[in-house]
């Protein structure tokens, strides 16, 4: 299997923020940035793996900055670090006013998603071709992130379930929760 660089699979896309996107304060719901960012983790992880892939998880979504109508959004997703079936795509989100160039950083979140082939079994995706000190920086921070997203995986199937009454009201004590009631 060929290696594939991260520039063979870079994938923007740009959209116009329209009325129908708002809720009810004028700002763009979080809900339709989501669903850009699926889109364009998918564009970019099927041309790296050259199959139909799905997405598995999601890290650092945060919402730094509203988005407004009018707004331009580009959203650019690349292919960071690959594992036997699954890649990382960083996403970088940018809005811009399309009348003064004004550009914002909006966010920045992490797509892991797994390649499909057409029997719908996942399947082994190219090496990442790396060309530089910035893409091995990336590919070395998706192999964190893919550590830490396993680490709170265990901690959220395990960690909780393993407290018993006491260890759960401890946790609570100085918390904003009436358990008076159990
Ligand atoms: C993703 C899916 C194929 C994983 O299947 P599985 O049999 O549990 O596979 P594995 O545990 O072997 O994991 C496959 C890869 O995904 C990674 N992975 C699995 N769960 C993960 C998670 N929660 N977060 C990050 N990576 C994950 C594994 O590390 C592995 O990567 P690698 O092959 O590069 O080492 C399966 O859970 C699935 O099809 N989920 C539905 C996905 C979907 O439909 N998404 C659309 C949203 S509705």
Redesign the pocket.
Known sequence: MISKSPTYSRTTITELMIPSYANFSGKIHGGILLSLMDKVAFACASKHSGEYC????VEGVEFFQPVEVGELVSLTASVIY??????IIGIHIESMKPKTGEKKHTNSCYF?M?A?NEIEK?TK?PDLKIENIDELKRFVEGKEI?KF??KK?KLLDMGIESYDKENLLKACSMERCDVSAI
């Not at 799905?54 to 998880?57: A, D, G, R």
């Open positions: 799905v997405t598995v998880s690959v594992g036997k079936t699954s890649m892991t797994v499909k996942k995706v893919k997203s396993r995986r």
